[in-house]
């Protein structure tokens, strides 16, 4: 039975209101924290029409062949959405230009999933001590990233030292084309940019018979404007509950509206709080 139909075959086992009201163990255990960035994509345009629940869609790689996330259901942690550089000339107000275009967006590469445990600070630290080889599998990851992107941008903007003529007219024609290409602004209120806790579901959401499996993060805060386009980035840090089928959509929101109260209870914990700092969510 494949992962789409076992999930429509499965009914909530329980009234919303008889759940346990937070979840996980008392710190994250393995295989969280699990780091995950990416540009938030259109999606179906329901989450805040029929559940009063709007959600940034992932890349479609979050949840693709070797993803992390094998499991479907719902997910708890914490979120960020980046805010644009305001001096970025690529940037346009005209309403021409579609900010989910796919030809405005970052690389596939730009959409990582990180395994393992991030060393928050001293604090974090004095009351948990993370698996060392997690921490180092993590910070190994990040540095080989960190070091693609370097040899990218070095070969993107200066060329080799050979040919140093030719080099410097190709990349002279990347920049313009880099700049041709115009990506819309997004206007977000300072408070828009901050971390908040996040509810995520994995999964093909039965209810509505999705073709194909989607990562939906529903940010706990009421944003002003949308965001498509910008990357956000997600540290998940544990597993609420499986995806189910409902028999009606009041079902349905009820379900996730206790959701959000366990999120909220859940992440209340020190040793989640923490996470609320995470270097990777960046400030």
Same mark, same amino acid.
């Given at each position: 039975m494949t992962d789409s139909l076992e999930a429509q075959a499965l009914k909530s086992p329980t009234s919303p209101n008889r759940r346990p009201e937070v979840c996980g163990p008392h710190a994250p255990e393995r295989p969280y924290p699990i780091y995950l960035r990416g540009k938030v994509e259109r999606g179906f345009g329901r989450g805040s029409k029929d559940l009063g629940?709007?959600?940034?869609?992932?890349?479609?790689?979050?949840?693709?062949?070797? /993803? $992390?996330?094998?499991?479907?259901?719902?997910?708890?942690?914490?979120? #960020? @959405?980046?805010? +644009?550089?305001? *001096?970025?000339?690529?940037?346009?107000?005209?309403?021409?230009?579609?900010?989910?275009?796919?030809?405005?967006?970052?690389?596939?590469?730009?959409?990582?999933?990180?395994?393992?445990?991030?060393?928050?600070?001293?604090?974090?630290?004095?009351?948990?001590?993370?698996?060392?080889?997690?921490?180092?599998?993590?910070?190994?990851?990040?540095?080989?990233?960190?070091?693609?992107?370097?040899?990218?941008?070095?070969?993107?903007?200066?060329?080799?030292?050979?040919?140093?003529?030719?080099?410097?007219?190709?990349? /002279? $024609?990347?920049?313009?084309?880099?700049?041709?290409?115009?990506?819309? #602004? @997004?206007?977000? +209120?300072?408070? *828009?940019?901050?971390?908040?806790?996040?509810?995520?579901?994995?999964?093909?959401?039965?209810?509505?018979?999705?073709?194909?499996?989607?990562?939906?993060?529903?940010?706990?805060?009421d944003f002003a404007d949308d965001f498509y386009g910008l990357e956000i980035r997600v540290v998940v840090l544990g597993y609420v509950r499986p995806e189910y089928n409902y028999d009606s959509l009041d079902a349905l929101i009820e379900d996730i509206e206790m959701d959000k109260r366990v999120t909220v209870n859940s992440l209340a914990r020190p040793l989640y709080q923490d996470y609320s700092q995470d270097p990777f969510l960046g400030r």
């Open positions: 629940c709007p959600t940034a869609n992932l890349p479609s790689k979050v949840v693709g062949p070797g /993803s $992390s996330l094998t499991r479907t259901g719902v997910y708890f942690g914490f979120a #960020r @959405v980046l805010p +644009q550089d305001p *001096d970025d000339p690529s940037l346009t107000d005209s309403e021409e230009v579609d900010p989910s275009n796919p030809s405005t967006q970052v690389d596939d590469d730009e959409n990582e999933v990180v395994l393992g445990a991030s060393p928050i600070g001293d604090g974090f630290l004095g009351r948990v001590q993370p698996n060392a080889a997690s921490i180092l599998e993590a910070q190994a990851t990040r540095k080989d990233k960190e070091l693609d992107v370097s040899r990218s941008e070095l070969n993107d903007g200066v060329g080799s030292l050979h040919g140093a003529t030719a080099s410097s007219s190709s990349s /002279s $024609s990347s920049l313009a084309a880099a700049r041709s290409k115009k990506t819309k #602004r @997004v206007h977000l +209120q300072h408070e *828009d940019t901050q971390v908040y806790p996040m509810v995520m579901s994995v999964g093909w959401n039965p209810f509505y018979k999705n073709t194909h499996k989607t990562a939906e993060v529903h940010i706990l805060h």
